[in-house]
């Protein structure tokens, strides 16, 4: 299995979105394709980045492209998407007891501790743009991406640091 890099949708929403929006920063998205057998996407996390209602599939290429700019570009670069198995699951089940998972919760979601059991299961690095914790928070379903990942010993890195462990500069 190809890739290092078990990437969060954060990653792609929030940096599409806002931080390095494509009309500024193209040749940043261009390189991210070219390495995109290096980054790896799972299922859960590929339908929170690119869900295209049922109603809007059958828009043309360019009505899309307006309406969903980034699921187009994903499915154009071609990213692989991994589906989870069923040892994954069972870990990703084990991880949401331990870290009280809920919909309620202000730390890491259920996707969250799915991207991390995949992570730790493929020996892969999870990438977020989510802060690190100094403190632990008194509750662990408080508990970020970061905080987990350092607890079950799964390297975790920011976006920067995987464009800059990539090569990938911007000139």
């Known amino acids: 299995m190809s890739g290092k890099y078990c990437v969060d949708a954060n990653i792609f929403i929030t940096a599409w979105h806002i931080s390095y929006p494509p009309r500024i920063f193209s040749p940043l998205w261009d390189q991210i394709a070219q390495h995109r057998p290096d980054i790896v996407l799972i299922k859960p996390v590929f339908d929170e980045i690119a869900p295209i209602p049922y109603s809007d599939r059958k828009l043309t290429i360019v009505e899309k492209k307006v309406k969903y700019p980034l699921q187009v570009w994903m499915d154009e670069s071609c990213f692989a998407v991994h589906e989870i198995s069923d040892e994954v699951n069972a870990v990703s089940l084990n991880l949401e007891r331990e870290y009280e998972t809920d919909n309620t919760s202000k730390g890491a979601g ?36 970061p905080l987990i990942c350092k607890e079950l010993e799964v390297d975790c890195i920011t976006f920067i640091e995987m464009l800059d462990q990539l090569n990938i500069r911007i000139k």
Do not use: F, M
């Not at 690095?125 to 509750?139: A, C, D, F, I, S």
């Open 110 to 145: 259920q996707i969250d501790i799915t991207l991390i059991a995949y992570a730790k299961e493929t020996n892969k690095t999870v990438v977020t743009l989510e802060e690190k914790q100094n403190q632990k928070p008194g509750k662990k379903y408080n508990y970020k991406i």
